[in-house]
């Protein structure tokens, strides 16, 4: 499988709507710049290929770039130029239970200790549920987090740190898995 990432810049043709810039990836087994064009714009459904530049047969993924150039009519007219860049594709996981195991195992791999301690396929799901936890704080309301600090106050939270491998699993199953995005294949994908 090839991943390119990419940039699109969609110009609206009503010149009182602004200009935006959206980055993403694609994965694709496509070997053509017409045909990753296409794959591209499949989930696009009013999208209308105008043209497609470059080339994707270096060994260099450097020098695997493409342009394409595509115009839309939803959610309103305009026109999108969208420059791709084909990257190396690391290892992925599927966005499974198995699959965070795997990922975390490969990471205990990569990084047998944490702080001069050793590391561990718990410590490492413990961070993923932290990590988001945390980013979510910042996104509540003042009410929201004093009310949520009042029941942890009152009925206690069992930590990250503190949860088996089974515990960890079932939060990961209810906070990554069952909520995923559907573009959301892949552990990586999902923590990204």
């Known amino acids: 499988m090839r991943r390119f990432n990419y940039t699109s810049y969609v110009t609206p043709n009503d010149p009182k709507r ?4 959206h980055y993403d990836k694609i994965r694709t087994e496509e070997t053509t710049p017409h045909t990753i064009a296409r794959a591209y714009l499949a989930n696009l459904p ?8 470059g080339r994707i047969d270096s060994a260099d993924l450097s020098q695997n770039r493409l342009q394409l150039t595509h115009s839309f009519e939803s959610p309103f007219p305009g026109t999108a130029v969208v420059e791709m860049q084909e990257v190396e594709e690391a290892a992925t996981h599927p966005l ?3 699959g965070f195991i795997a990922w975390a195992e490969d990471r205990v791999s990569a990084e047998p200790t944490v ?9 490492e799901l413990a961070g993923v549920l932290h990590e988001r936890l945390s980013e979510g704080l910042y996104e509540e309301k003042t ?3 004093q009310a949520w600090l009042s029941d942890i106050l009152w009925s206690g939270h069992k930590g990250y740190s503190e949860m088996s491998r089974e515990e960890l699993l079932d939060q990961l199953q209810i906070e990554y ?3 995923a995005e559907e573009s959301f294949e892949t552990v990586e994908d999902a923590l990204e």
């Open 18 to 21: 602004q200009r935006t810039e």
């Open 46 to 53: 009013d999208a209308v290929l105008l043209n497609v530049e």
């Open 96 to 98: 499974t239970q198995a």
């Open 115 to 123: 702080d001069g301690k050793p590391n561990s396929v718990e410590l």
């Open 143 to 145: 009410r929201d987090l």
């Open 177 to 179: 898995i069952d909520d």
